[in-house]
């Protein structure tokens, strides 16, 4: 598995893409800085801006190389190699490169910005480290789109639309829901819901080590007594990485039974 | 060498093998023809491990495939089609399925064989149809395994490439290798094959040598041979 991680990382690295993503950030990380002057601020925009962006990279990103690379994928399968190692190896390589643009891209401005000396470092690392979250969850996604779907097409299609649905419909639909049955008490479904989407659980656990979660009333009291707490924090980050390794395996039960 | 029994195979509605038998013995060059569709590929790719079977056994080398993979370092495989990624340049593809076999091969002798030095730090999206067949041709024969299964060998090389291809072939039968090899081609065929393997619509129809084959059909030339096969049925 490492050879195929190795050159499907160098494959990336090279590629144009890779670059203009980071320098995105780089840009962003910098502009960010310079018009907020405050790293704290930065950090909440950023956020923001993550919680949307990283997703949709990660599932376009994640069915444009799986599609690009059914050469490299045939080429590997002669090979004495397994097949979970090929999936595997590739999935890693994007996941990976994604993140490294994500943490250098970032990282790069607020180093130069003072970060290391400031209290705001503990927000800005849990913030690099959704966005991580964020790229595994939402590449091995689109690989299991992209598996399942020989038509190219389609499997973009699918890829937008569960990233439209997971940033902007699931919220709608929650929302509803709430309004709707108002007259409930609606605590613990509130927290599941929110649990059982990766953006939205990403978005609550920044928001409440940012001390900003007054801001959101009641219901943000009830979700500080759950997220804000160690066990809160810990069964989040198990969830998260529920959302990686569920995709993962099913895309190796998939790889397994594929013909090509 | 290669064992297969009862595979079966198939696409959606497309009952593409049904019921293949066969043996295939060490240190010979066996053809597999067929029409177009008659799933020539999709038996040389059960055989590799690329397409799973729905029933059925194949054994390499006196052991079943099934969920194995180390088999494969004993195979070496030329592709119908040369897909190549194509952001690579030759030299770089070549060291890394060296690396990825963990072999180092014998490539230069192939290269120059083949004249690809010009071609070497090129990207292979960059490459002609032909050239890119001779460094398909230079991966598949670079590597020492004892079986080799050229999937349409011949296609859009130059006679020279030609010529260079049917002495490869040779030596590689001298040196004890087994080889499959499809083609379209009759004249080639009948000037490396020790023996033809015909499959039509899913089945085996004929397997034995060429001197069988002319007999079975009443016919003088190979080419003749096969259309009467294909006719018969």
Redesign the interface.
């Known amino acids: 598995m490492g050879k195929v991680l190795k050159y499907s990382f160098y494959d990336l690295i090279r590629s144009r893409w890779s670059y203009i993503y980071f320098l995105f950030y780089l840009a962003l990380g910098f502009v960010l800085l310079f018009l907020n002057n405050d790293l704290s601020k930065a950090v909440i925009t950023l956020m923001n801006i993550i919680i949307v962006l990283v997703p949709l990279i990660g599932t376009i990103f994640g069915t444009m190389y799986y599609y690009n690379s059914k050469e490299f994928t045939e080429l590997l399968l002669a090979q004495p190699i397994t097949r979970s190692h090929i999936f595997l190896g590739q999935y890693l390589g994007v996941a990976g490169s994604l993140s490294f643009s994500l943490a250098l891209g970032l990282g790069i401005p607020f180093v130069a910005y003072g970060l290391l000396k400031s209290n705001a470092i503990f927000d800005f690392t849990l913030l690099l480290v959704t966005g991580v979250f964020l790229t595994l969850i939402f590449t091995a996604l689109a690989f299991n789109i992209a598996i399942s779907n020989e038509n190219k097409i389609k499997g973009f299609g699918y890829a937008v639309l569960l990233w439209l649905f997971m940033a902007v419909i699931y919220d709608g639909i929650f929302l509803l829901s709430l309004i709707v049955f108002e007259e409930y008490p609606l605590d613990t479904f509130s927290m599941v819901a929110t649990a059982f989407n990766p953006i939205d659980l990403s978005r609550t656990l920044i928001l409440l080590k940012l001390d900003i979660s007054a801001l959101l009333g009641y219901t943000g009291a009830v979700f500080r007594k759950f997220f804000g707490t160690q066990i809160g924090f810990w069964i989040s980050i198990l969830v998260l990485t529920l959302w990686i390794v569920l995709p993962i395996l099913r895309l190796q039960y998939k790889a397994n039974r594929k013909d090509f | 060498m290669i064992q297969i029994a009862g595979l079966h195979k198939k696409?959606g509605k497309n009952d593409v093998l049904k019921g293949i038998d066969l043996n295939i013995d060490p240190g010979k060059i066996y053809a597999i023809l067929g029409p177009n569709g008659s799933g020539k590929t999709t038996l040389i790719?059960s055989i590799?491990?690329?397409?799973?079977p729905d029933k059925g056994s194949i054994e390499v080398l006196g052991e079943s495939i099934k969920k194995g993979?180390?088999?494969?370092?004993q195979?070496d495989?030329l592709?119908q089609i040369a897909?190549?990624?194509?952001?690579?340049k030759v030299e770089e593809l070549m060291a890394?399925?060296k690396?990825?076999?963990n072999d180092k091969g014998e490539a230069e002798e192939l290269i120059e064989i083949f004249a690809l030095q010009p071609h070497l730090d090129k990207k292979l999206a960059n490459l002609s149809g032909g050239t890119k067949q001779k460094v398909n041709l230079v991966i598949a024969f670079m590597f020492e395994s004892q079986l080799l299964i050229l999937d349409e060998p011949n296609t859009g090389l130059d006679p020279n490439a030609l010529i260079q291809l049917k002495a490869l072939i040779k030596k590689e039968k001298e040196k004890g290798k087994t080889l499959l090899i499809t083609s379209h081609v009759m004249q080639f065929v009948e000037e490396v094959a020790d023996e033809v393997i015909y499959l039509l619509e899913g089945n085996i129809y004929f397997k034995g040598t060429l001197t069988e084959l002319m007999e079975k059909t009443q016919q003088t030339n190979v080419e003749h041979a096969v259309a009467a096969l294909t006719k018969k049925k």
Do not use: S
């Not at chain 2, 590799?48 to 799973?52: K, Y």
């Not at chain 2, 897909?83 to 690579?88: E, I, K, Q, V, Y």
């Open positions: 696409f790719k590799l491990g690329m397409v799973i993979w180390k088999y494969r370092k195979i495989y592709p897909n190549f990624p194509g952001n690579l890394m399925i690396d990825l076999r």
